[in-house]
């Protein structure tokens, strides 16, 4: 019973080889968050190895991303990281959300929730685990970035408005 299972097992694992999902990696950077922020050099490297593949529109793929189930894990993975932010469509948010999202950053950085423990666990993507250095560098650059929208743009227009409470029946 036990050798039926696994050769159905075996067989099934095979069968999913054939389906995988489509890969992240447009290069369209249009509305890339460089495009109207400073990126300096340190800053830039930072997020390209601790943050775009999950966090843009443009994910270097590991050779054991190949494999299903790997492959579909990976892709949920990097789309549920996607809709939190994605750097590439940055600044098609409203100034509010970006501002919000800077703030977002510094406290995902700060509190060592970024990158998940997940994505650097048994030694994978080691350029990923940052350093106390390299989360001091983020932390400040978005400070920096606030910093410059608290400067041209007026407080309110900063600040995500929510919709009113509807009033009980």
């Avoid at 994605?86 to 800077?102: D, E, L, P, V, Y």
Wanted: glycine share 2%.
């Amino acid at each position: 019973m036990i050798r039926k299972i696994l050769i159905v097992l075996i067989v099934l694992l095979i069968i999913a080889q054939f389906f995988r999902p489509e890969k992240n990696q447009s290069n369209d950077n249009t509305y890339h968050i460089s495009t109207k922020y400073a990126l300096p050099a340190n800053v830039e490297q930072v997020l390209k190895d601790g943050c775009y593949d999950c966090h843009s529109n443009y994910t270097e793929y590991p050779w054991y991303s190949q494999v299903q189930p790997v492959a579909a894990w990976m892709n949920n993975h990097v789309k549920e990281g996607k809709s939190e932010l994605n750097f590439s469509n940055f600044t098609q948010r409203k100034i509010a959300g970006q501002n919000h999202k800077f703030e977002e950053i510094i406290e995902t950085v700060k509190e060592h929730e970024m990158p998940l423990s997940s994505y650097t666990w048994l030694g994978m993507h080691p350029k990923a685990k940052l350093s106390d250095e390299q989360r001091q560098t983020l932390v400040n650059w978005a400070q920096a970035q606030m910093d410059m929208l608290k400067a041209q743009y007026p407080a309110d227009s900063l600040v995500i408005k929510r919709p009113p409470p509807t009033p009980a029946k």
